[in-house]
T-cell receptor, first 116, second 112 residues
């Protein structure tokens, strides 16, 4: 069982370049989300989705776009990268309705992004 | 505004030296408090969920407790493999319990 898979693991961009961070899960989870993690800031929610075709903004959505065309995939797009977007990005998923056995968020291993 | 504050930021222990990590929160209508462990270069890994004051959960050398204003993660006789960053999180206001706001974490180092 692969769980949550993120690609690439590392990426270096120049200011103004665009790219897409990929996230895929094989657990049939309705809820998927993107977080960024910065030193001294903790994990902050960027965007989330509760199912195919449904997305919404989190705490820090500016500069990022998302779409959810399938249950499995939730890509994060940077349209014009800025140095402030240098961070480690994590994708996470879980079932939307929690019970005692499915309340946990499953995280990917992260993408380390540097914008020069 | 909802907040999650963890203390201390960093903690160094000798193997076998028990201690506690703190997570205080200000959120109305708590819909769960979550603890995660994060190893360097990896994503957070779920440890516990607590829902009501007085609740306790245990896993190996870890025990999490919850009051109306804070949660503690007690580490009994820690081993070097318990070294990690420990994160607590609560659901964002006006959302379901899948949108979490995280504290900044406590970096635990256990020396042999």
């Amino acid at each position: 069982n692969a769980g949550v898979t993120q690609t690439p693991k590392f990426q270096v961009l120049k200011t103004g370049q665009s790219m897409t961070l990929q996230c895929a899960q094989d657990m049939n989870h309705e809820y998927m989300s993107w977080y960024r993690q910065d030193p001294g800031m903790g994990l902050r929610l960027i965007h989330y989705s509760v199912g195919a075709g449904i997305t919404d903004q989190g705490e820090v959505p500016n500069g990022y776009n998302v779409s959810r065309s399938t249950t499995e995939d939730f890509p994060l797009r940077l349209l014009s990268a800025a140095p402030s977007q240098t961070s480690v990005y994590f994708c996470a998923s879980r079932n939307r309705i929690s019970t005692a056995t499915n309340e946990k968020l499953f995280f990917g291993s992260g993408t380390q992004l540097s914008v020069l | 505004e909802d907040q999650v504050t963890q203390s201390p930021e960093a903690l160094r222990l000798q193997e076998g030296e028990s201690s506690s990590l703190n997570c205080s929160y200000t959120v109305s209508g708590l819909r769960g408090l979550f603890w995660y462990r994060q190893d360097p270069g990896k994503g957070p890994e779920f440890l516990f969920t607590l829902y009501s004051a007085g609740e306790e959960k245990e896993k190996e050398r870890l025990k999490a407790t919850l009051t109306k204003k804070e949660s503690f993660l007690h580490i009994t006789a820690p081993k070097p493999e318990d070294s990690a960053t420990y994160l607590c999180a609560v659901p964002l206001a006006r959302g379901s319990n899948y949108k979490l706001t995280f504290g900044k974490g406590t970096l635990l180092t256990v020396n042999p």
